[in-house]
């Protein structure tokens, strides 16, 4: 069996006396698209900056590629977060070429990638605008840009479709899958349940903090005797009982 790209073990997490993730472990493996699910306050955005190294785990395992996350291994990791973090004074083909940058690519490889990218997102007409001035849909597709630039190993996208029509939509989607088809591990996190059905491998559902659900897809379904992902999610945030997490 494959090693995983991501391997996370009885992960816990506490901020002062709050405990906010509670024995957590997953594995995501290079080519696949991994659904991060859960209700706002679940975990998922601390899960993620734990993996980064952003906040120090509590105890347990988080690697990427058999490691701990550094800064140093940063081309490893392609992040949209749902906090956008664009600057918004700079110029759209700058502020890419800045990313590229960064990620270790070439001046010239990153003004190349960009150029080829605003011109499929059909935004090559504003390399030269400034951030500030694009839509809300215009600057998410330029972050999607940065993220993808460089063919990171792991594909990491939060809400990644809010706030875009069904046109751009879809042209991020096909975006996504074809970072999968190169080898990405693609972890996608969204409270859209389409999007779980038509793009996810395995999932991972979490409530409180701990672990609701996992597995491929399928296995989820027949565990839950349901059809649809929205209709399970919806079934574990609305259960009283005690809390098992299904691994």
Same mark, same amino acid.
């Given at each position: 069996?494959?090693?995983?790209? #991501?391997?996370?073990? +009885?992960?816990?997490?506490?901020?002062?006396?709050?405990?906010?993730? !509670?024995?957590?472990?997953? !594995?995501?493996?290079?080519?696949?698209?991994?659904?991060?699910?859960? /209700?706002?306050?679940?975990?998922?955005?601390?899960?993620?900056?734990?993996?980064?190294?952003?906040?120090?785990?509590?105890?347990?395992?988080?690697? #990427?590629?058999?490691?701990?996350?550094?800064?140093?291994?940063?081309?490893?990791?392609?992040?949209?977060?749902?906090?956008?973090?664009?600057?918004?004074?700079?110029?759209?083909? !700058?502020?890419?070429?800045?990313?590229?940058?960064?990620?270790?690519?070439?001046?010239?490889?990153?003004?190349?990638?960009?150029?080829? @990218?605003?011109?499929?997102? +059909?935004?090559?007409?504003?390399?030269?605008?400034?951030?500030?001035?694009?839509?809300?849909?215009?600057?998410?597709?330029?972050?999607?840009?940065?993220?993808?630039?460089?063919?990171?190993?792991?594909?990491?996208?939060?809400?990644?479709?809010?706030?875009? +029509?069904? =046109?751009?939509?879809?042209?991020? *989607?096909? #975006?996504?899958?074809?970072?999968?088809?190169?080898?990405?591990?693609?972890?996608?996190?969204?409270?859209?349940?389409?999007?779980?059905?038509?793009? /996810? !491998?395995?999932?991972?559902? *979490?409530?409180?903090?701990? /672990?609701?659900?996992?597995?491929?897809?399928?296995?989820?379904?027949?565990? @839950?005797?349901?059809?649809?992902?929205?209709?399970? @999610? =919806?079934?574990?945030?609305?259960?009283?009982?005690?809390? =098992? /997490?299904?691994?």
């Amino acid at each position: 069996m494959k090693t995983p790209i #991501i391997s996370v073990k +009885d992960f816990h997490l506490s901020i002062g006396s709050k405990k906010i993730v !509670d024995s957590l472990s997953f !594995d995501v493996h290079s080519g696949e698209v991994f659904a991060f699910l859960g /209700a706002n306050g679940s975990g998922k955005t601390s899960t993620i900056r734990s993996l980064l190294r952003i906040y120090e785990p509590t105890s347990g395992d988080l690697l #990427i590629d058999g490691k701990p996350f550094s800064s140093e291994r940063g081309y490893l990791i392609g992040y949209l977060p749902e906090e956008r973090g664009l600057y918004t004074r700079s110029k759209v083909l !700058d502020t890419m070429i800045y990313f590229g940058e960064l990620k270790g690519m070439t001046r010239a490889e990153a003004r190349e990638f960009s150029l080829k @990218f605003l011109e499929r997102v +059909d935004l090559a007409d504003k390399a030269d605008t400034k951030i500030k001035k694009l839509s809300g849909g215009q600057q998410q597709k330029i972050q999607l840009g940065v993220a993808v630039m460089g063919d990171p190993k792991v594909l990491i996208l939060d809400e990644p479709t809010k706030g875009l +029509d069904p =046109v751009n939509r879809k042209l991020l *989607l096909d #975006i996504v899958d074809e970072q999968q088809e190169k080898g990405a591990a693609v972890i996608y996190i969204t409270h859209l349940m389409e999007e779980v059905e038509r793009l /996810a !491998d395995r999932l991972l559902i *979490l409530k409180d903090g701990k /672990a609701r659900a996992y597995g491929t897809v399928k296995a989820v379904k027949q565990e @839950f005797k349901s059809k649809s992902i929205e209709e399970i @999610f =919806v079934t574990i945030y609305n259960e009283k009982s005690a809390e =098992v /997490a299904r691994v």
